[in-house]
């Protein structure tokens, strides 16, 4: 039997893996949350804020890392 390969198709260091392929594309894999729209994330760390939680600023989202800008 051949053995499968995975294509990498999108990674960072920071995030991991995204997407990926089998060889000759037949079957893609997506991992995260691409459905999420523009205001998705921020909706839910304004949420998660005014709930106390005290979470991380969404890295790379506000600019200079600013939730206080758009």
Known sequence: ???KKIKILACSDK??????ATDGGRQIFI???SEYAADTL???YL???NAGLNPDVP??????DDDTQE
């Open 1 to 3: 039997m051949k053995k």
């Open 47 to 49: 949420r998660d804020l």
């Open 15 to 20: 995030a991991g893996l995204y997407a990926a």
């Open 59 to 64: 890295e790379n989202y506000f600019p200079d």
């Open 42 to 44: 921020k909706l839910e």
């Open 31 to 33: 991992t995260g949350h």
